[in-house]
């Protein structure tokens, strides 16, 4: 659908009011997505979606990928969407056409730009390595100079974008609350399992305290 005439592009059209433009509502979901999409046309006129990584710095969002990748180098100066969505339950409702899914989601629009200096590579890779699992940056080896080299960083400001929630159980046609029939919710949420090292752990090496702390926190 498209935007009406003076009408910004990231404000929603459909169901409005589970719409949220502030930038603490927009931040916290991204915060709790590990992979977004960022949806780009491509040098071809191709439009192109990508997987990856992303992290958030207050009103800043970087992308993380290859310096090999070609996508990667066509979304620095360019206009791209980026979405990321979790799933927290399926609505069963009395009627097909009423069933749904509770969700958080986020749809951003920008120019990112590319990272170029190490240092703000290096903040960006502590940043995406603290949101996967926090403790791990001060833990692991950090990047060489040639493997920063090898990775690249896009840089967007998070200053068009839109936050969409669904929350609640079923909403069905007034004549349906009368049928025998079950309705309601399913919670989902990710968890996370037992810990298996590594093949090639050396001897003696205990799990860190944060795997833990970050499996009570999942569990």
């Not at 991204?30 to 990584?53: E, I």
């Not at 079923?170 to 079950?182: G, R």
Request: with cysteine; proline share 7%; glycine share 6%.
């Amino acid at each position: 659908m498209s935007t009406p005439a003076g009408r910004p592009r990231h404000r929603v059209n459909r169901v409005p009011d589970r719409a949220d433009y502030e930038l603490e509502t927009v931040g916290t979901i991204l915060d709790a997505t590990t992979v977004c999409h960022v949806a780009v046309v491509d040098d071809r006129g191709f439009p192109v979606v990508l997987p990856t990584l992303h992290a958030r710095d207050g009103a800043t969002l970087y992308l993380h990928g290859s310096s090999a990748s070609r996508l990667f180098r066509t979304a620095a100066r360019r206009e791209v969407c980026v979405s990321a969505t979790t799933v927290d339950g399926l609505v069963l409702a009395r009627s097909v056409f009423h069933h749904s899914v509770n969700y958080r989601s986020v749809v951003l629009f920008g120019e990112p730009e590319a990272i170029e200096d190490e240092d703000g590579k290096r903040e960006a890779l502590r940043a995406f390595t603290e949101k996967l699992i926090p403790g791990r940056w001060e833990d692991a080896r950090e990047p060489a100079a040639q493997e920063l080299k090898a990775t690249a960083v896009l840089r967007m400001p998070i200053d068009e974008a839109t936050a969409k929630v669904r929350t609640g159980g079923a909403v069905d046609e007034p004549e349906d609350y009368e049928l025998p029939i079950w309705a309601g919710t399913i919670p989902l949420r990710t968890v996370a399992g037992e810990p298996i090292p590594d093949d090639r752990q050396l001897d003696g090496l205990d799990e860190p305290g944060y795997v833990a702390e970050y499996r009570r926190a999942r569990s």
